[in-house]
């Protein structure tokens, strides 16, 4: 169990290699053209969320907004990027699938998107100084 993060680090740039020169087999000059492409979109995609997310942060305050859906948003476009400069078939099926993936989600109800800023439930106190 100790060794697992050491084997997950040195099993996919191992794995990547394996697959790359399966489909080098399979498909010739074509996998560079690939490698070439991805590496081109991830670098844009790496420009595009480093240069995105001072926007989004303003945008989401002026709107009054969380910024984490526009952080995580960002973050998950550089991590992309990244796994798409990386060469390898493997690493870019994870970037595309962390970029199609619907991530959206509004974490908690904000006052002026229409939810009313009130939990309602029930409490009881409990009085610890009593004693039976």
Do not use: C, Y
């Not at 084997?7 to 790359?20: D, K, Q, V």
């Not at 969320?49 to 984490?68: C, D, E, Y």
């Not at 550089?78 to 690493?91: D, K, N, T, V, Y």
């Not at 509004?106 to 409990?126: Q, Y």
């Amino acid at each position: 169990m100790r060794f697992l993060p050491l084997l997950i680090l040195l099993g996919f740039p191992a794995l990547e290699l394996f697959i790359m020169v399966r489909m080098a087999q399979q498909i010739g000059w074509w996998l560079g053209v690939w490698l070439v492409m991805s590496a081109l979109v991830g670098a844009a995609l790496v420009r595009e969320a480093g240069v995105g997310l001072p926007g989004k942060v303003a945008a989401a305050l002026r709107n009054g907004h969380s910024i984490t859906s526009g952080v995580l948003d960002t973050s998950r476009t550089l991590i992309a990027g990244l796994l798409l400069i990386f060469p390898g078939i493997l690493s870019d099926i994870v970037a595309m699938g962390l970029l199609f993936m619907p991530f959206r989600m509004p974490l908690a109800s904000n006052p002026s998107t229409g939810g009313d800023g009130v939990i309602e439930g029930e409490f009881h106190r409990v009085d610890r100084n009593h004693r039976r």
